[in-house]
């Protein structure tokens, strides 16, 4: 009980959000603005038969969280299959480090970006030689 089913990226640019995650990894967008009554977009993350959830990206309500500013919501982590690869992408497209990539011992690589809208967010590459 009480499963993660749906995530909302609370965003000030809708259209650079959507460049951002579309670009760095892969998610498309509905829109769902005239049935939520603002604008909303829905995310679709990939396959439906794999593992995880899709959510929204949806308009930012009021100020955006203040640079250095702790944690004060969810931070989602996405898994990638190229830790430095999706990073560059992640900076490329104007989103900065919040925690650089580390290891898990024996389980992955993880790191925390914070994405062009100012939200914090994490990737998450397995690999079993990680340390």
């Excluded at 977009?41 to 500013?69: H, K, S, W």
């Excluded at 992640?90 to 919040?98: D, E, M, S, W, Y």
Aim: net charge negative; proline share 6%; glycine share 14%.
């Amino acid at each position: 009980m009480g499963k993660v089913v749906h995530f909302e990226v609370h965003v000030d640019d809708m259209e650079r959000a959507k460049k951002f995650y579309g670009d760095v990894f892969g998610w498309t967008f509905e829109d769902w603005s005239s049935y939520a009554g603002m604008p909303y977009f829905g995310a679709v993350t990939g396959d439906a038969e794999a593992m995880g959830i899709n959510g929204a990206l949806m308009q930012r309500m009021g100020p955006p969280p203040a640079p250095g500013q702790a944690v004060n919501g969810f931070a989602c982590t996405m898994g990638v299959g190229d830790y430095d690869a999706t990073e560059a992408k992640i900076l490329a497209l104007g989103g900065t480090v919040a925690l650089p990539k580390y290891a898990l011992p024996g389980m992955a690589w993880q790191g925390y970006y914070i994405d062009t809208e100012g939200n914090i967010i994490g990737i998450h590459q397995p690999d079993e030689n990680a340390k």
